[in-house]
């Protein structure tokens, strides 16, 4: 008889413990490119298993400072925190990337419905304002057989602070001096030419409108504002269209233990060279500031999930798998993090 009570008694605690964990609300802030991926994993998850997140949408550098603040669960962010931002942390902060995204270059040229191919030093010449027309030799050059007007070309860029354009910006200072020297690369930089649009929604509707446009935009808004896209010449040598496939493969290339690597001009030879991570950034120890364990757990149980079942999701949304090295990297990341110093996920 007491072994029946101790046993009731015992799946009654353990039921306790399976209600509370579903109360339980994750709070997650940042970066607003993977918002609708984001969005669509969390309630699928949350009819799963009970488990409620809530996630604001503010900007990777919102994500930054939350984080750092401790006030969220996690945070997120299109850039990986750099050596100054991670010095202000009290503690050890994980990055777990999530999916892989990509700028994609778009224009409105009449007569070019598709098709067009650009390098990466006519790419940035033309950012910098010094390819003026759309007929210069250099473009026609690379695109054998295509009549190109002699339209002028209308630069058109991001007039806010975003991902989007820290990943462009840092892609052109990777393939080209001058850009480096003369504008560098952030999430705001003071551009050389062109006009600017707030958000993704403004450069795409510059896009639409002005015959002669180019700009950079993400891949969904190309898809759903049904704009043509520029095949992009990658490290080896290849003209590489922004595809879930080749976005993909950009990251079978190296990346290091930590993940805090930028893959654009990737070394990955089917790969898109204007690809991008996005990352969830955790605390390694999750026992502070009075956060219990079954928080702490259902936060691993989370990340699992979104590196695993999650990825299912991501490309009827234009988001790009997690290829297996990623998400290899990614087991080993949330296999160690602890609570009071022992794992809270038990791996091989």
């Given at each position: 008889m007491r072994r029946l009570i101790l046993g009731v008694l015992g799946w009654m605690l353990v039921w306790g413990a399976v209600v509370w964990a579903g109360e339980i609300t994750l709070l997650g802030a940042g970066a607003t490119f993977p918002y609708p991926l984001y969005s669509k994993w969390f309630y699928i998850y949350h009819q799963k298993t009970g488990v409620k997140v809530n996630y604001q949408s503010i900007g990777s550098g919102g994500g930054i400072r939350q984080i750092?603040?401790?006030?969220?669960d996690f945070g997120a962010s299109d850039?990986?925190?750099?050596?100054?931002?991670?010095?202000?942390?009290?503690?050890?902060?994980?990055?777990?990337?999530?999916?892989?995204?990509?700028?994609?270059?778009?224009?409105?040229?009449?007569?070019v419905p598709s098709g067009l191919r650009l390098t990466p030093e006519v790419l940035a010449d033309i950012f910098l304002g010094k390819i003026k027309r759309w007929n210069d030799p250099r473009?026609?050059?690379?695109?054998?057989?295509k009549r190109l007007p002699a339209l002028p070309i209308v630069v058109v860029h991001r007039s806010d602070g975003s991902g989007t354009t820290y990943n462009f910006t840092y892609y052109l200072s990777r393939v080209s001096p001058e850009w480096r020297k003369r504008v560098g690369y952030g999430k705001a930089v003071r551009w050389p030419a062109g006009i600017g649009g707030k958000g993704n929604e403004g450069v795409t509707g510059y896009l639409k409108q002005l015959p002669g446009a180019i700009g950079y935009i993400e891949l969904a808004y190309a898809y759903q504002n049904r704009l043509p896209v520029a095949a992009i010449r990658n490290r080896a040598g290849r003209f590489v269209l922004p595809t879930?496939?080749?976005?993909?493969?950009?990251a079978r290339t190296h990346i290091p233990p930590d993940t805090r690597v930028l893959i654009a001009d990737t070394d990955a030879p089917d790969g898109y060279p204007i690809s991008a991570l996005t990352w969830i950034l955790v605390y390694k120890e999750q026992a502070y500031g009075g956060r219990s364990?079954?928080?702490?757990?259902?936060?691993?149980d989370l990340l699992w999930w979104c590196v695993h079942e999650g990825q299912a999701y991501n490309e009827s949304l234009l988001y790009a798998r997690l290829p297996e090295n990623v998400v290899r990297i990614d087991e080993k990341l949330i296999c160690s993090i602890t609570y009071r110093g022992k794992p809270i996920r038990r791996c091989k």
């Open positions: 750092l603040a401790r006030t969220v850039a990986p925190m750099n050596d100054e931002e991670l010095s202000k942390a009290p503690a050890p902060i994980l990055h777990l990337p999530m999916t892989i995204g990509a700028v994609v270059i778009s224009y409105n040229l009449p007569g473009i026609t050059e690379v695109n054998p057989g879930l496939k080749s976005i993909s493969a950009a364990y079954e928080r702490a757990k259902a936060l691993v």
